[in-house]
């Protein structure tokens, strides 16, 4: 048996990369480790131990740290440690869920996983894909072949992926109306007898709800629930997405509110078995059907499995809880300040909100990197900030706003 150390457990580099994490975001030592990145492949390589300090000021200083005090501004939340280490033993492992054979363990703890969060949503099934754009496109993709729908209908504030996947899909879009705030309008939708209905679950501009009363009201409904899916985890949010359990199909991103690395994504359907039947293709050396977009593909449901094992759904809610608390003490500091104007009260944790009388630019400006980002709603400039991060310090994310007016 050759020996080759690169493929045993090296202890200490194990260990040096542990340290290193601890690096703070450090601009001089990632413009200067850029500067040292050959710009071809090199033929003779540096081995592992001397490659980790370039990599560790590049990809560690170089990075947005999201459980920094002041991140407020993306659906991108910070991940728990457990769940690095998780990433680590996939990476070790390897195992493809393509077959049984290369991932027995791995093909069951996504079973689980899937089986666990389902009934939240009144699913019976479904399985995880790396993005809701993933699970949006496989969504209607079955829409399709199960129920023969020709069009997709949604909200004109639905996320680019709805699009996106009525075209790959070959299927007519129609743009629906919606409110100020960008909620789906229930008076201007009708006619879904053909159509695959999309209701938006935390719209990604401004976080509200579509009515999900809608949902059952067409050959198929889908919701997309990518950001405010998790809701339904918590005993006091879960009632802001009663009605989900009458859709056809949810689409909800770990990677976002369920606190997971990136990629990671789940799609659920209410009869599993004919979405599943629909997805699948068979093939020479496939052991068991292969079901849906992805063909290899790593055990992304470990690290889900771990969190859900180790907080338990009370531990979910509590931190998805404090993030909806933060939203609202943020939501209430804008409404009480009168050089600031709030768009409306948040539903889902985004808070859409702009200084009064300053000009937009200039105000952003002087705020803290990674505290807001810009969106437009109703063709005007806001500023969003999005509750993702449980360790945020409001309290000086406000006095940074303050100091900022
Ligand atoms: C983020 C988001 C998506 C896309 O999810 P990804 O996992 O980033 O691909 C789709 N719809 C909504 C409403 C979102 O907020």
Not at 89 to 97: S, V
Not at 142 to 165: C, Q
Not at 248 to 273: G, M, R, Y
Request: glycine share 6%; proline share 7%; charged share 15%.
């Amino acid at each position: 048996m050759p020996h080759d150390p690169s493929f045993q457990i090296a202890a200490d580099g194990l260990s040096d990369t542990i340290q290193l994490l601890a690096k703070a975001c450090d601009s001089d030592a990632f413009e200067a480790a850029l500067k040292t990145v050959p710009s071809a492949l090199p033929h003779q390589g540096q081995s592992e131990s001397t490659a980790l300090p370039l990599l560790a000021d590049l990809v560690l200083g170089g990075a947005k740290q999201l459980d920094a005090a002041l991140s407020f501004a993306h659906m991108d939340p910070p991940t728990p440690w457990l769940t690095w280490a998780m990433t680590l033993w996939n990476a070790r492992l390897n195992q493809n869920l393509l077959h049984p054979a290369t991932a027995p363990a791995a093909r069951i703890v996504e079973e689980r996983v899937v089986a666990w969060l389902a009934p939240y949503f009144g699913m019976s099934g479904g399985h995880m894909v790396p993005s809701s754009t993933v699970a949006n496109l496989t969504a209607l993709w079955a829409a399709r072949d199960v129920k023969g729908v020709t069009e997709v209908a949604a909200p004109d504030t639905a996320h680019v992926s709805i699009p996106k996947a009525a075209k790959l899909l070959g299927l007519r879009y129609r743009p629906l109306p919606t409110d100020r705030e960008g909620r789906l309008l229930p008076g201007g939708a009708t006619h879904f007898e053909q159509s695959c209905l999309v209701l938006v679950a935390g719209a990604t501009s401004t976080g509200v709800i579509d009515p999900l009363s809608l949902a059952g009201k067409a050959a198929w409904t889908h919701v997309d629930a990518a950001w405010a899916g998790p809701l339904r985890l918590s005993n006091a949010h879960a009632p802001k997405l009663e009605g989900i359990e009458r859709a056809d199909s949810v689409a909800v991103s770990a990677h976002k509110w369920l606190f997971q690395p990136k990629e990671s994504a789940l799609i659920f359907f209410k009869d599993t078995q004919a979405a599943h039947e629909a997805l699948s293709f068979g093939g020479a050396y496939l052991a068991v059907p292969n079901v849906g977009l992805l063909g290899s593909h790593g055990a992304m449901a470990v690290p889900l499995f771990a969190m859900l094992l180790a907080w338990g759904q009370e531990g979910y809610a509590e931190r998805i809880d404090r993030c909806m608390a933060v939203a609202a003490q943020f939501a209430a500091f804008v409404e009480n300040e009168p050089k600031l104007e709030l768009l409306a009260a948040p539903e889902t944790g985004v808070i859409v909100w702009r200084p009064r009388h300053i000009e937009l630019d200039a105000f952003s400006s002087r705020l803290p990197n990674g505290l807001a980002s810009r969106t437009i709603v109703a063709g005007e400039p806001w500023l969003r900030c999005v509750a993702a991060n449980p360790v945020v310090d409001i309290d000086a994310v406000i006095e940074a706003v303050r100091l900022a007016l």
